[in-house]
């Protein structure tokens, strides 16, 4: 089983709308972080959150880390097909040592 | 200007041979990460390092081992190769363990056994 869910796991959607992914455990995150990931490349670090609550904003991309440390979410404003890629969730537990665990991820598909 | 670089980044390997597959960084970071990806799975640990000749195991570990000898090599082998180790291979690399620390990750290796 995985320690982090993500939603949806697939996403299709027209250039201009707006979507949200969410990563969601049962377990408390020291940290959680989101990444992307292109086809043929490894997963790139767009964001880290730390405090309950904390939200910060990437142009387009606005991240959430919820209240009790458990969940976050991914939304993005007017997406662009340069959006398209693999959206992974990433978190530190108190007992993980420092080190990630991943969700599976979410496949984001923005089309023109 | 890559960091870190993963060889080959694809190899067809037969069932029971061993193979290596190479991680190399230029950032001089502590940490090196060694995961496999699978669809449905995400990203999972197979071996990490926290510095030169010091490894543990992740959470697939059977069947695979890991070496680093410098600081800038993390090399991984797969035993006696299995279909079920076919799978994309990715090495990470990390400056420290603190929760504000990301990782950089490599291309990947596509690895199939045959």
């Known amino acids: 089983t995985q320690l982090l869910e993500q939603s949806p796991q697939f996403l299709s959607i027209q250039e201009g709308e707006n979507l949200t992914v969410y990563c969601n455990s049962s377990s408390v995150f020291s940290s959680l972080q989101w990444y992307r990931q292109e086809p043929g490349e490894g997963p790139v670090l767009l964001v880290t959150v730390v405090t309950g609550g904390e939200v910060k904003k990437l142009k387009r991309l606005t991240f959430q880390f919820g209240d009790a440390r458990k969940d976050s979410s991914l939304h993005i404003t007017a997406a662009q097909p340069g959006d398209t890629g693999l959206y992974l969730c990433a978190g530190r537990t108190t007992d993980s040592w420092g080190k990630l665990q991943f969700g599976a991820g979410t496949q984001v598909v923005v089309t023109p | 200007d890559a960091g870190i670089t993963q060889s080959p980044r694809h190899k067809v390997t037969e069932t029971g041979t061993p193979v290596t597959l190479r991680c190399h960084q230029t950032?001089?970071?502590?940490?090196m990460y060694w995961y496999r990806q699978d669809p449905g799975h995400g990203l999972r640990l197979i071996h990490y390092s926290y510095g030169v000749k010091d490894t543990d195991k992740g959470e697939v570990s059977d069947g695979y081992s890991v070496s680093r000898s410098k600081t800038e090599d993390f090399l991984l082998t797969l035993e006696s190769a299995t279909s079920s180790q076919t799978s994309v291979y990715f090495c990470?690399?990390?400056?420290?363990?603190?929760?504000?620390?990301?990782?950089?990750f490599g291309s990947g290796t596509r690895l199939t056994v045959v």
């Open positions: 990470a690399i990390s400056e420290a363990q603190g929760r504000a620390y990301g990782y950089t």
């Open positions: 950032e001089n970071h502590r940490y």
